[in-house]
């Protein structure tokens, strides 16, 4: 499995960002994709979640409404647009994905626990 991430970049507060997954090798028909993000000196953190087979989606409480993940059902890209950035979302993005869908309160499960393979991530820079 062999993930690939990009569109980051450095954007002033409320700017929109789009990053893009691309991803090849998955055998399952169900299975999880997420982006998480860390900085440094920090433990990385879950961004949002998406199950492959219909598209439940997991985000963390602080990007409800500002962050959205697409891209189920077998499309080779997933996606996060980010709108409305605030300083606080710089960080390095990473995908990963997870084999199998694990549901909780609605949406897959979304931890690091629950990742198999990571991709090389991408850099976001909010500051104004």
């Known amino acids: 499995v062999q993930l690939q991430a990009s569109g980051g970049g450095s954007v002033q507060p409320g700017d929109s960002l789009r990053l893009s997954c691309v991803h090849s090798?998955?055998?399952?028909?169900?299975?999880?994709i997420g982006w998480f993000r860390q900085v440094p000196g920090k433990e990385r953190e879950a961004v949002s979640c998406i199950a492959n087979s219909d598209g439940r989606t997991y985000y963390r409480d602080s990007v409800k409404g500002r962050f959205t993940i697409s891209g189920h059902n077998f499309r080779d890209t997933v996606s996060l647009l980010m709108k409305n950035l605030e300083p606080e979302d710089t960080a390095y993005y990473y995908c990963?994905?997870?084999?199998?869908?694990?549901?909780?309160?609605?949406?897959?499960?979304?931890?690091?626990?629950?990742?198999?393979?990571w991709g090389k991530g991408t850099q976001v820079t909010v500051s104004s």
């Open positions: 090798g998955i055998s399952a028909n169900f299975y999880t």
């Open positions: 990963a994905v997870g084999m199998g869908e694990q549901i909780v309160s609605g949406g897959p499960k979304c931890s690091d626990n629950d990742m198999s393979y």
